[in-house]
């Protein structure tokens, strides 16, 4: 019987990077580099996969880089970070291939392909339907990550647009979207999304548990304080 940090499934699927965002919230008052191998342990739990994995703790470590920044970044940070920090633990012993035809001949790593892709998207100023309609934009990593930075390139200084663009744009659009709106909430914080979009929330997390949420949400502050910006 395998242990339980090695039973994950071997897949690049989106579902570890599109729930690990909570990870950061213990340590926002309280920095530890255990961040790091919680985050590994998270995403290998249910996805044990290099490419994975390296996608999450980079996920996590620009996260964290948003909530301290006072100015937006530049389009460029978006990819040049990711690629950054993927590159040092993304192992190129496995290759990964797009599902799309119009990509068909592709193998290398992760971040060797979101690099690629993008870097061709925006040099010739698709627009974000295009670009993720031509790398597609379901529940894979290849199709996920290009998608969420290309969104986030174009529209971070707008989070009411790249939430909108995300949604709109993409086909698994409720994993890019919850990519870009952790994004774009770290960088600008609550007051900038639309009241329109909050007011009226039932904070349901099942099919009749109304207000289950915001108790989470306090039990969350009451145990690890505020959530402001780490110094």
């Not at 390296?54 to 940070?77: H, K, N, R």
């Not at 979101?114 to 870097?119: D, P, S, W």
């Not at 909430?185 to 099942?206: E, K, N, S, V, Y």
Request: aromatic share 10%.
């Amino acid at each position: 019987m395998l242990p339980w940090y090695a039973s994950g499934q071997p897949s690049a699927g989106n579902s570890a990077i599109m729930r690990i965002a909570p990870l950061l919230v213990p340590y926002v008052r309280s920095p530890s580099p255990e961040l790091w191998s919680d985050t590994v342990l998270a995403a290998a739990l249910t996805h044990n996969d290099s490419a994975s994995t390296a996608a999450c703790v980079a996920f996590v470590a620009m996260l964290w880089e948003l909530l301290g920044q006072d100015a937006l970044p530049s389009p460029d940070w978006w990819v040049e970070r990711y690629v950054a920090i993927a590159r040092e633990l993304e192992t190129d012993s496995k290759k990964y291939t797009p599902r799309t035809p119009q990509l068909a001949g592709y193998t290398g790593t992760l971040h060797q392909f979101v690099e690629k892709q993008i870097t061709n998207a925006w040099r010739r100023n698709l627009s974000t339907l295009d670009a993720c309609n031509g790398w597609y934009s379901g529940a894979y990593l290849m199709e996920t990550l290009p998608s969420t930075i290309y969104i986030l390139m174009r529209y971070a200084n707008d989070p009411e647009e790249a939430i909108a663009r995300a949604v709109n744009d993409t086909r698994d659009n409720d994993s890019v979207a919850a990519l870009v709106g952790a994004a774009v909430g770290a960088l600008h914080g609550i007051d900038a999304l639309p009241t329109r979009w909050r007011d009226g929330l039932l904070g349901r997390l099942g099919a009749a548990d109304d207000g289950r949420l915001f108790v989470l949400l306090n039990e969350s502050r009451r145990r690890w304080g505020g959530l402001s910006a780490p110094a």
